[in-house]
């Protein structure tokens, strides 16, 4: 593992990327001190094009948000503290959300603030039955950064974001499930072993397929029908020329299960 001011990261040789927060004894809230270091980790995980991307923390609470304390030392300059972080963490975690590879985020206990945002941004995401949810913004002041209200708006719908966002309430895993803030909810000791089951299945289908599905879910909405159609025709025209969609119409017609390579 690559570590530099409380963020971790590798590539490994399944193609398996990780970023991890390791800053438990802040709560692995984001600030000046550690943005840089999450925006290396994301430039170099994405760099070594891996095949799954998996975000994850340390200790008993996923994300805090941002540093609290970080906010009240700036005082009167607490609007150029949030150009500082944003415009340093804003570009990076972009090229994460718009990543063509499937990303899993694995939210291991409590998230809020600016941590909603990394964890929901998740193609897949997978909670403790100890996570809650508050946005947070409200009791402090603030509006929503980093994503947190883009994703969670897609994911529970405008309305209902909107309300967890204006009352700030700790919304259980129950609920975030029932809502369709999180995928799947396991118990904590079991989270990592569900978590390493996913990756793998999506390490074994076909790359380039993942790839144009996510492009379709990402730059469709803004599509018209037509424009929609012709992005269909040129992915699957793509991922037709590939050797594994060579082997995997051969194992189907086979009754076998295929063996994909990426190529």
Not at 29 to 35: E, Q, V
Not at 68 to 87: P, S, T, Y
Not at 119 to 139: E, H, I, N, P
Request: proline share 5%.
């Amino acid at each position: 593992m690559n570590e530099m001011n409380g963020i971790e990261w590798n590539v490994d040789a399944q193609g398996v990327g990780r970023i991890v927060l390791n800053r438990p004894e802040h709560n692995n809230a984001l600030g000046p001190s550690n943005a840089p270091a999450l925006v290396r980790a994301i430039d170099e995980v994405l760099a070594g094009q891996p095949r799954v991307v998996v975000i994850e923390a340390r200790g008993p609470i996923f994300c805090a948000g941002g540093d609290i304390r970080e906010f009240v030392k700036a005082g009167d300059r607490l609007d150029e503290l949030v150009d500082e972080i944003l415009d340093e963490l804003l570009p990076g975690y972009l090229k994460l959300a718009q990543a063509t590879c499937p990303i899993v985020t694995v939210v291991s206990g409590p998230v809020g603030g600016a941590g909603v945002g990394l964890a929901l941004c998740g193609d897949f995401v997978l909670a403790s039955d100890t996570m809650k949810l508050r946005t947070g913004y409200a009791a402090i002041g603030l509006s929503p950064d980093v994503g947190a209200s883009y994703f969670l708006a897609r994911r529970v719908g405008p309305v209902r974001a909107q309300q967890w966002l204006m009352l700030s309430d700790a919304i259980d895993a129950a609920h975030c499930l029932a809502a369709g803030a999180v995928d799947q909810v396991h118990p904590a000791d079991s989270l990592a072993a569900a978590a390493q089951a996913l990756v793998q299945r999506l390490c074994a289908s076909a790359p380039a397929s993942l790839s144009a599905m996510k492009r379709l879910s990402l730059e469709g909405p803004a599509l018209s029908l037509q424009a929609y159609l012709s992005l269909e025709q040129q992915l699957l025209k793509a991922c037709a020329r590939t050797a594994d969609a060579r082997e995997g119409t051969s194992a189907f017609v086979a009754k076998r299960k295929p063996s994909f390579t990426g190529r």
